[in-house]
């Protein structure tokens, strides 16, 4: 074929050279046999399973064994850590291409490595998701700090084990392996192995409580059930009354009933139904007897409340806390199953306003293990409908919607927009996220069919193109939701493109880094530049909706090269790729923003990469360079650069340096005979300062900026009360800058505020009501 637009062919040569070569033999995600959104605990216990099966000293027919087993070696190492992930997912294995890889011996992998890698229970936290697991605000965390040469950490680790069955549900049992992750263990002063830490709700990073007694399994649970708070109610008759209308676990042990279970069983079923379930405690005989007459044999029950506010009693048979647990989940209510059909329909409702939002479950096989979360969530957020799709009965729906891993998490929410939950499937984040996803209608996950089409209709799109596995980019997501509240989706509707679902579509829109955010609107495309938190991306894109910053390139420059000798003109020449110039991008349209009520300033940007004939022209050879063009000249016959801090401060007080200065320095004779013994035809405004006063200094472009914008209805001036203490003293200043609006000789109005845009709204609104009140004086 002839290819006519070079760039094109470029891209499609490469896209092609890719499909080609990205065989399951050179791509990682492919020889470890894992999903590209696959977690660092995913990619480990992957390794493992495969470093056992596929070890050379295991497989010593086979002469290629090494070369494969080298292979699966590498792309373990690169997937493991999230910034060589992060390369090998956008460039691919070219940047690896000369890494030479080791490994160890079959028994390191078989005995060692990641003891608890492939425990369903206990989670592996690395240095990279530790803070965001550990730091909790709805469950206590209990992790083990291991080495797997340490011979006591071999011997502790069925008992771990254990411990993370008994105690499930009602804490978080976790382990770090410090030969894997020595930098997060130095960092938390780890010195010995194994070290244990208890985590609290809510704790911090380092407020790891150290457990210092017996490693046993009696001496372990003890400790962590006297630090779990667990609320039991003991009720009596006369309580009854008052509480028979609310659901509870009741446990009737009167007369210390023998077949009541252990203390410690209670302890544990309280602590893993709180938010679900109250635990209620009877002694009381009469009671016991009036809830249920069986209750010496049967003194479990479980007191349901149903719809009408009947109660029903369900007696519960069983010793252990999970088979309870287990029998009442399966009395409580499951959500509904949706089918394609079911879901298209309500999903229209939406489009329509018709119905709540809906929180979906995509899941495969049994729903057994998502139980106590489904059966929580609605108590949680009862605002919020629940659903379930299994995803082999409705796999065209879920293949239509990318939906890879399971269980997934889906909000559709008011208006049809679907989004998928990138975070952890624990039960406070899964509820975080359908609150916020809920209240965010503008924010939608987009396919490529999805990008293809609004590319096409014009509409402006703000585009989160983002991997779920990457920790800034988990960071970014709530951020981003706010952000999409503040804007209606006439101005701006909000996007999110995941890489590893859409790597082609990522590749050919030159996505290098995640998350990269972009704004599309018609033909232009702009990235994000600023503090990646809402403020930061509401700013960014209000600034270029209504720009403050003039864009100069081929069509326009001329502007800047005809300017007349009453304009001053700041220009900003950066590079896209330079990292100063990405940190000073919002600084400087902050300082544009906040002189833009100055009269005849042009704040101005020329990007040099795309109009690199511009920045030769002008000598420009380093980035960024800030050029001021002043007053007084025309076009680009004279120039200042700026050589100072790269803040908007800093910005704004050498622009206005420039300037000539409407604000008059008085003297004390010139303040008595101009302000104080004198009616005057305009009120004057003053600034008592002091020269070594740094508020003051940061105050002079923000009073000098009031002063113009002020010119022809007040008369500005400040006075130094160093120099003129005794004056100031009689005046009654006491701190600086005091700002003073005086509208008569013995009439003031004091200014408690440093910004310009307030100073002139106060000034404004004292002399109207000062002119009213005259006028009616008059009268």
């Known amino acids: 074929f002839i290819c006519r637009n070079f760039l094109l062919c470029i891209a499609s040569l490469t896209t092609l050279y890719l499909s080609v070569n990205c065989d399951d033999s050179s791509d990682y995600y492919k020889l470890l046999n894992i999903p590209r959104d696959a977690t660092v605990q995913e990619i480990r216990k992957a390794f493992k399973l495969l470093a056992v099966k596929l070890h050379p000293d295991k497989n010593k027919e086979d002469v290629d064994a090494e070369e494969k087993f080298v292979k699966i070696a590498k792309a373990y190492e690169i997937l493991k850590d999230p910034t060589s992930r992060k390369q090998y997912d956008i460039h691919g294995d070219s940047e690896f291409k000369g890494k ?283 605002n919020i409908n629940i659903g379930l799709v299994h995803c082999a009965k409705s796999a065209g729906l879920c293949a239509a919607l990318h939906i890879v891993r399971y269980p997934t998490w889906g909000v559709i929410k008011q208006g049809g927009a679907f989004e998928v939950h990138q975070g952890r499937d624990v039960l406070h984040e899964v509820a975080s996220f359908a609150r916020d996803s809920s209240k965010s209608t503008n924010l939608h996950a987009l396919s490529p069919a999805d990008f293809l089409n609004l590319r096409n209709e014009g509409t402006a799109w703000y585009i989160d193109w983002y991997a779920p596995w990457c920790p800034p980019c988990k960071k970014l997501t709530p951020e981003l939701r706010k952000a999409s509240q503040r804007f209606e989706p006439e101005v701006v509707r909000f996007g999110t493109i995941d890489c590893t679902l859409h790597r082609e579509l990522c590749f050919t829109q030159s996505i290098n880094s995640y998350p990269s955010m972009k704004l599309y609107n018609g033909t232009k495309i702009q990235n994000f530049q600023g503090i990646p938190d809402e403020a930061g991306i509401v700013d960014f894109i209000e600034d270029v909706i209504n720009p403050v910053v003039v864009t100069l390139d081929e069509s326009n420059f001329s502007l800047l090269a005809r300017k007349p000798s009453t304009e001053i003109w700041v220009v900003d020449f950066f590079a896209p790729w330079c990292g100063p110039c990405k940190q000073l991008g919002p600084k400087y349209r902050s300082f544009a923003k906040s002189i833009s009520g100055l009269k005849n300033i042009v704040v101005a940007q020329v990007d040099c990469v795309a109009n690199a004939e511009i920045c030769d022209s002008q000598s420009v050879r380093g980035y960024p360079t800030i050029r001021l063009y002043p007053l007084g000249s025309k076009g680009l016959g004279s120039i200042a650069i700026y050589n100072g801090h790269r803040e908007a401060i800093s910005l704004k007080r050498w622009v206005i340096s420039f300037l000539p200065s409407k604000v008059e320095a008085l003297t004390e004779i010139e303040f008595k005979e101009q302000i104080l013994t004198k009616k005057y035809y305009l009120p004057w405004l003053v600034d008592f300062y002091a020269p070594w006063c740094g508020h003051c200094v940061h105050f002079e472009p923000e009073y000098r900026t009031v002063a113009q914008r002020l010119d022809g209805k007040v008369r500005v001036a400040k006075i130094d009360c160093e120099a003129h203490r005794v004056f100031c003293g009689y005046q009654r200043v006491t701190g600086y800058p005091t700002i003073r609006l005086y509208l008569s000789p013995s009439e003031y109005v004091n200014i408690d505020n440093q910004n310009a845009d307030e100073i002139v709204k106060i000034v404004k609104n004292a002399i109207v009501k000062y002119k009213e009140k005259t006028s009616h004086d008059e009268l």
């Not at 206590?140 to 771990?160: D, K, R, T």
């Not at 194994?194 to 046993?216: C, I, M, Q, V, W």
């Not at 048979?317 to 399966?330: A, F």
């Open 100 to 382: 030479k890889q080791s490994y160890h011996s079959y028994s390191y992998y078989r005995d060692h490595f990641g003891i608890y890698d492939d425990d369903p229970i206990i989670v592996t936290l690395s240095k990279s998701d530790y803070e965001l697991n550990v730091l909790d605000i709805n469950q206590a965390w209990f992790v083990n700090f291991y080495s797997p040469h340490c011979h006591h950490c071999v011997e502790l680790a069925p008992i771990w084990r254990k411990l993370a069955a008994e105690l499930e549900g009602v804490v978080r049992v976790a382990a770090v392996n410090c030969e894997e992750d020595y930098p997060l263990c130095y960092q938390l002063s780890i010195e010995a192995y194994p070290t244990l830490l208890f985590y609290e709700k809510e704790a911090h990073l380092y407020d790891g409580e150290r457990y210092r007694g017996l490693k046993s399994l009696e001496a372990m649970q003890e400790f962590i059930l006297s630090k779990i708070p667990i609320k039991i109610k003991k009720l009596g008759s006369q309580d009854w009354e008052s509480f028979k209308k609310e659901q509870w676990l009741l446990f009737l042990c009167c007369d210390d009933n023998p077949n009541c279970p252990e203390k410690d069983t209670i302890n544990k079923l309280a602590a893993a139904l709180e938010g679900l379930l109250q635990v209620g405690l009877v002694k009381d005989e009469e009671l016991c007897n009036e809830i249920l007459d069986t209750y010496k044999s049967q003194p479990i029950i479980f007191w349901q409340i149903d719809t009408n506010k009947i109660p029903k009693v369900h007696v519960i048979e069983g010793s252990d806390s999970k088979e309870i647990i287990d029998k009442i989940l399966n009395i409580l209510p499951t959500p509904p199953l949706l089918d394609e059909n079911k879901f298209h329909d309500l999903r229209q409702k939406l489009r329509l306003g018709f119905d709540k939002p809906w929180l979906i479950c995509f899941y495969l096989g049994t729903a057994t293990d998502l139980k106590l979360e489904l059966k929580r969530l609605p108590t949680i957020i009862s």
